[in-house]
Nanobody, 123 residues
Framework: QVELVESGGGLVQAGGSLRLSCTVS????????MGWFRQAPGKEREFVAA????????NYADSVKGRFTISRDNAKNMVYLQMNSLKAEDSAVYYC????????????????WGQGTQVTVSS
């Protein structure tokens, strides 16, 4: 059983920063590519960022490119999302997700999901 637990969400003013963390347990973490997704009220869940199993490659949604950074620490079974220059439209529940080996922007291709952490950006 693979378990993902997000943390680090909260309330921040526009222009501020937050760092989300996701810890993974239950299987060899370095086998997984990891992704971050988000869902705002009344909207579909959308891709934010993804990172390959070894951290060697990443990709981002256009809306967060240059502001967010995904990273991982395989020794700690952790993946992170550093969010800078936050905007009100970044407010959402953020989910981390895992799939074996190769990263993907498609949520249907992820097998394991966390419960989500709320990020609220006040303008």
């Amino acid at each position: 059983q693979v378990e993902l637990v997000e943390s680090g969400g909260g309330l921040v003013q526009a222009g501020g920063s937050l760092r989300l963390s996701c810890t993974v347990s239950g299987r060899t973490f370095s086998n997984f590519a990891m992704g971050w997704f988000r869902q705002a009220p009344g909207k579909e869940r959308e891709f934010v960022a993804a990172i390959s199993w070894n951290g060697g490659s990443t990709n981002y949604a256009d809306s967060v490119k240059g502001r967010f950074t995904i990273s991982r620490d395989n020794a700690k079974n952790m993946v992170y999302l550093q969010m800078n220059s936050l905007k009100a439209e970044d407010s959402a529940v953020y989910y981390c997700a895992a799939r074996l080996w190769t990263r993907s922007t498609l949520q249907a291709e992820y097998n394991y999901w966390g419960q989500g952490t709320q990020v609220t950006v006040s303008s």
